[in-house]
């Protein structure tokens, strides 16, 4: 079963991941995701546990536990589905550019005062 593991600090790397829970028993894989660019963690990720009763003692005994000063959120991880509707995404601006607003700067005709 794989477990979903939000909150995370962002010291905490996949094998920091891996010996939080393997107390639980016996981990396939645990990974913490990272940004592409900067390979910073996004303070998130997976452990796969080989037994699901293991998985769901972890699930209960760690979700909301404090880890380096976080609350994680620890729950059965959902496969992704593109197709479900997602939140929309903040816009922050910009988007425009270009030389809009109608004016003109220079050229054309004089000006008199």
Request: no cysteine.
């Amino acid at each position: 079963m794989k477990v979903y593991v939000g909150n995370l600090p962002f010291t905490v790397d996949s094998e920091k991941l891996k010996d939080i829970f393997s107390s639980y028993g016996e981990i396939e894989e645990a990974t913490v995701i990272s940004d592409k660019f900067s390979g910073r963690s996004k303070g998130f990720g997976f452990v796969t546990f080989s037994n699901d009763e293991n998985a769901k003692k972890a699930i209960s005994e760690m979700n909301e536990k404090e880890v380096e000063g976080r609350q994680l959120k620890v729950n059965e991880a959902k496969p992704f589905d593109p197709d479900k509707p997602r939140p929309p995404r903040r816009n922050f601006g910009g988007g425009g550019g270009g030389r809009g607003s109608g004016r003109s700067f220079g050229g054309g005709r004089e000006r008199r005062f």
